[in-house]
């Protein structure tokens, strides 16, 4: 009898250590969404992490307010000379923004890659391994959130949204290793554009790699990358770096290019979700364009 209590539960066990680890390799999984019990999870979780986010910014807050005060007569003097500089290209801006409404109407163009709206979010968790670089936000779908729109900060993209629950989404940052983790982009030149890929991150440099360039393209070291807006999901104009190398790829059919980040990936407290006004096509599409 107690050989049998014995065995009933070395079975037990190894039923339970399998459906573990079938459970953990589903969640692995590269799903488009997620389960139900996996989203009431992460909004349960995201609602306690934003409990204990917002009075941890506020503290955080005060006294880097204290500390920056020692500086602002200075930043103050430095801001008055360039507001007769900014005063002008104000102006220049306003006329060309005239002068493209204008265009557009006698065009009777509607839509524009450029054109998207921006749902603030705030930053409730942080992935602590460094195999993958996610992060968390307080938004979800009932904000409007949908996977793969873009993530910024004030100072240029970092990321893409990569799972959705009900209130809460998860920011696959582009520093990830995810060998699917790509956006296309181009290299903003005065005269043309060049078009790649952001595919892959050098940890020795720092610095985001524009792939797939063509062999005969002119780049030159510190010209602005952006967002192109032709991988269907991000608006065109997101500033991603500028570039700082040049070089072939290993086969010579290719060039490839280090950017250096315009937006930092450390401190994130504050995002910006990009949603794009411009109609994407549609998912149905793509999948029989491939199976074929």
Known sequence: MPQFFSNKRLIVLLVSII????????????????????????????????????????????????NEMRNIYDENRVLKTHLDQYAQTAVEVNVL???????????????????????????????????NEFVGINKGEQDGIERDMAVITSKGLVGKVRHVSQFTSTVQLLRDHDRTNRISAMV???????FGFIEGFDEQTGALMLRKIEADAEIEEGQTVVTS??????????????????????????KNAFVEPSASFHNLDYVMIIKRNAPAIDERILVEEEED
């Open 19 to 66: 459906l573990l680890v079938a459970l953990i390799g589903y969640s692995m999984s590269d799903r488009r969404s997620l389960t139900w019990p996996e989203q009431f999870m992460k909004d349960s979780v995201g609602w306690v992490q934003t409990m204990f986010k917002q009075p941890a910014l506020y503290v955080a807050g005060f006294f880097e307010n204290v």
């Open 97 to 131: 923004r005239r002068q493209n409404e204008q265009l557009k109407e006698a065009l009777d163009i509607k839509e524009s890659l450029y054109d998207y709206n921006i749902i603030p979010a705030l930053v409730i968790h942080r992935s602590p391994d460094r195999w």
């Open 188 to 194: 903003d030149g005065e005269e043309t554009e060049v």
């Open 229 to 254: 807006g032709l991988g269907g999901i991000f608006p065109r104009g997101l500033l991603v770096g500028k570039v700082v190398r040049v070089e072939a790829d290993e086969y010579g059919l290719t």
